[in-house]
Nanobody
Framework: QLQFVESGGGLVQPGGSLRLSCTASGSGLDYYVIGWFRQAPGKEREGVSC????????NVAESVKGRFTMSRDSAKNTAYLQMSSLKPDDTAVYFCAAACDVEYVTSWGPGTQVTVSS
């Protein structure tokens, strides 16, 4: 079973950028979609972006459309979430998993904290 570790979070000012990484242990990542999710304090976990197994198709939530871009590098067993024009509302713990919908995720990694604040 694939396991994921997220990294790249931190404190950034509004309007800034960050790139999150999602690295998978185990083989066969190419066969899976990968999704990024986030959970803000007091809110439910929500989907942010998802990329197809071959990386040809990506979907992003309306709230981040035009600001977040997802990609994957099969050679590195890693997926990325490039975030720009960050807003305080983007503050959350970000997670990745081999699914595009929260209800299909059976195991979560530790996540990485993103804080957007001046």
């Amino acid at each position: 079973q694939l396991q994921f570790v997220e990294s790249g979070g931190g404190l950034v000012q509004p309007g800034g950028s960050l790139r999150l990484s999602c690295t998978a242990s185990g083989s066969g990542l190419d066969y899976y979609v990968i999704g990024w999710f986030r959970q803000a304090p007091g809110k439910e976990r929500e989907g942010v972006s998802c990329i197809s197994s071959r990386g040809s198709t990506t979907n992003v939530a309306e709230s981040v459309k035009g600001r977040f871009t997802m990609s994957r590098d099969s050679a590195k067993n890693t997926a990325y979430l490039q975030m720009s024009s960050l807003k305080p509302d983007d503050t959350a713990v970000y997670f990745c998993a081999a699914a595009c919908d929260v209800e299909y995720v059976t195991s979560w990694g530790p996540g990485t904290q993103v804080t957007v604040s001046s």
